[in-house]
């Protein structure tokens, strides 16, 4: 009777482990999803960007973008855009704009870090950081894919 307490015990307490590890797991902070695009333009002069950052469930705390790089011909009006600068925010999405002056044509690549912390309803909160770019397309290359929109790196 001893031995079969005993292996009950185990038991039980493996299966405790099992359902906190469970638990803990589904309500760690969702991870961002981050996108960045550029409009394609005619002519030199300024080129608007913007990166976007959501998730699925939760909220979304806080964000930024950080420029890490850019084309020669367009170069960033600030290096840094935050939070306070968002054209768009929900709780669950923020839209920061990056502008960029163009002094010539061509077509590039504007590379970024987002930042993000993402919050769960019961307020658990974990920092994230992406990495995403963006073609920047300026003079007839700017007509060849309207919008195209950057690829989203966990880093």
Do not use: K, N, Y
């Not at 695009?37 to 930024?64: F, I, K, M, N």
């Amino acid at each position: 009777m001893r031995r079969t307490s005993s292996l009950a015990g185990w038991i039980a307490l493996v299966l405790a482990l099992f359902v906190s590890r469970a638990l803990s797991a589904s309500s760690a902070p969702p991870a961002p999803t981050v996108t960045a695009r550029c409009q394609p333009t005619l002519t030199p002069g300024r080129v608007l960007c913007e990166v976007e950052a959501e998730v699925s469930a939760g909220r979304l705390s806080w964000a930024d973008a950080v420029v890490v790089s850019s084309p020669d011909f367009a170069r960033p009006l600030r290096g840094r855009v935050g939070p306070s600068e968002a054209t768009a925010r929900t709780p669950r999405r923020v839209r920061l704009p990056i502008a960029l002056v163009a002094t010539g044509e061509g077509t590039g690549e504007l590379r970024l870090r987002s930042r993000v912390i993402s919050c769960t309803d019961d307020a658990r909160c974990a920092p994230f950081q992406r990495s995403v770019s963006a073609s920047v397309r300026v003079g007839q290359a700017g007509q060849a894919a309207p919008g195209a929109g950057g690829e989203d790196h966990a880093d």
